[in-house]
C-alpha cells in the first residue's frame, strides 16, 4: 500500500472546508488510490465546528482516509504537510480599506508561509485560496525562503471554470468542448479572461463567438463578477465551486494537463508575458511531473495587452503595498 499524502486544509471549519474536506477525503483530491491523511488548521474560536466536521468525516468511513488531526498551531498544521491548501483568510469588513486588507491577511499568510518553510515536506505544493489570493500567495512564498518558489500558487481556476461555463452556454458546444481558455492578472475583477486562443470544437474560438463587443461588455465582465453575482443569489459567496475548483487545480497539478489543452493557475511570473518576475498572477499553465509550466510564444493582441496590463498593474500595487507593511 501506498504512503499516506499529507494534506492540510485552513479555514476548515468554513464554508470551503466544508465542500472541500469531503471530496479530499474521497479520493478525488490526488487519485482514487492515494490514500490520506488531513490536518485541519483553524484558529481556536473555529476549532470546536472543525471537531463536529471531522466526526462526520470519520462518519462517512471513507476508505482512503488514514487520520484527521486539528490543530490552531500552523507548526503543527503544517508538519510533514505535501499539500496545503489556504483558505481561511480574514475578509474584507465594512469600512475595511485594502491596506487595512492586507495587513490583516499578512499576519495570517506569513507566519504559515513560515511554518511550511519550516514544517512542509520537502514536495510540499501550495494553493492559496483565502482573498485576496495572489498576494496572499506572495507573502507566504516570501516568508519560505527554502521552499521553491514554484511551489506557491494562487487559485483562479474557478474564474477558469466560470469562463469556460459562459463560453459553452454563448456557443452551444459542452465544456467538454472547449480548450486553452486563460485567465490571465489577479484573482479579481481586473482578471482577464482570454478566448483569442481559445478552440471551441477545433474552432477558434473568437472566430466562433465573433462578437468582441459580446466579450468586452458580456463575457469578461460576466466571468470577473461573478463571485457577486453569486453572493447576490445565494445570500453567501460560493463555496462548493470554489471547493471544486481547488480539486480541480490540485488534481492537475499532480496529474497533468491533457494533451493539446493547458489550464490557468496564479504562479510565480519568470517575466513571461511582459508581467514582471515574481509577482503570482495567473497565466495558461501546463501541468506535468507535478510542475505547472507557463505556456510560451502565445500572441497577445491589442485587446488582450490592455487587459493584461491593467490586471498585473493591480497586482504590482499590492505587492508595493505589502513591501511598505514589511509583509514581504
Ligand atoms: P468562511 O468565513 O466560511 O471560512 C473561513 C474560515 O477560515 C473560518 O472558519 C475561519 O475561522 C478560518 N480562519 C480565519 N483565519 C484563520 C487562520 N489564521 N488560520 C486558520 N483558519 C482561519 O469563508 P469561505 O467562504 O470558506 O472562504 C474562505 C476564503 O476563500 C475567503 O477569503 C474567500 O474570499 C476566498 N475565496 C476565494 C475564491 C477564489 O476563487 N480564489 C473563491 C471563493 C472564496
Same mark, same amino acid.
Given at each position: 500500500t501506498r504512503t499516506p499524502v499529507t494534506v492540510t486544509v485552513t479555514g476548515a471549519a468554513g464554508q470551503i472546508g466544508?465542500?472541500?474536506l469531503f471530496r479530499i477525503a474521497s479520493g478525488q483530491? !490526488?487519485?482514487a488510490d492515494v490514500p490520506v491523511t488531513l490536518r485541519l488548521l483553524e484558529i481556536p474560536q473555529g476549532l470546536k465546528a472543525a471537531e463536529g466536521t471531522a466526526m462526520?468525516?470519520?462518519d462517512c468511513a471513507f476508505p482512503l482516509l488514514q487520520g484527521i488531526d486539528i490543530s490552531d498551531d500552523p507548526n503543527v498544521a503544517f508538519d510533514g504537510a505535501n499539500v496545503a491548501l489556504l483558505v481561511g483568510a480574514r475578509p474584507r469588513t465594512k469600512g475595511m480599506e485594502r491596506g487595512d486588507l492586507l495587513e490583516a491577511n499578512g499576519g495570517i499568510f506569513k507566519p504559515q508561509g513560515k511554518a511550511i518553510n519550516d514544517h512542509a515536506a520537502d514536495d510540499i505544493k501550495v494553493l492559496v485560496v483565502g482573498n485576496p489570493a495572489n498576494t496572499n500567495a506572495l507573502i507566504a512564498q516570501a516568508a519560505a525562503p527554502d521552499v521553491p518558489a514554484e511551489r506557491f500558487t494562487a487559485m483562479?481556476? !474557478?474564474?477558469h471554470n466560470r469562463a469556460l461555463s459562459?463560453?459553452? /452556454? /454563448?456557443t452551444g458546444a459542452p465544456v467538454s468542448e472547449i480548450k486553452k481558455l486563460t485567465i490571465w492578472g489577479n484573482?479579481?475583477?481586473t482578471q482577464y479572461p482570454d478566448v483569442f486562443h481559445a478552440e471551441v470544437a477545433g474552432k477558434n474560438a473568437a472566430e466562433v463567438v465573433n462578437d468582441e463587443q459580446w466579450l468586452a461588455d458580456t463575457f469578461i465582465p460576466t466571468v470577473a463578477k461573478r463571485g457577486a453575482a453569486i453572493i447576490e443569489a445565494r445570500g453567501a459567496s460560493s463555496a462548493a465551486s470554489a471547493a471544486n475548483a481547488a480539486i480541480d487545480h490540485v488534481y492537475t497539478w499532480v496529474n497533468g494537463t491533457a494533451a493539446g489543452d493547458w489550464t490557468s493557475a496564479g504562479v510565480v511570473s519568470d517575466g513571461s508575458y511582459g508581467v514582471p518576475q515574481g509577482l503570482i498572477s495567473s497565466f495558461p499553465v501546463t501541468a506535468k511531473d507535478? /510542475?505547472?509550466e507557463i505556456v510560451q510564444? !502565445?500572441?497577445v493582441n491589442e485587446f488582450s495587452r490592455t487587459r493584461i496590463d491593467a490586471s498585473v498593474k493591480e497586482l504590482e500595487e499590492e505587492r508595493e503595498a505589502v513591501r511598505n507593511l514589511g509583509l514581504i
Open positions: 466544508y465542500a472541500l483530491l !490526488l487519485g462526520e468525516l470519520d483562479t481556476r !474557478l474564474d459562459q463560453l459553452s /452556454k /454563448k484573482h479579481s475583477a507535478g /510542475k505547472f510564444g !502565445l500572441d
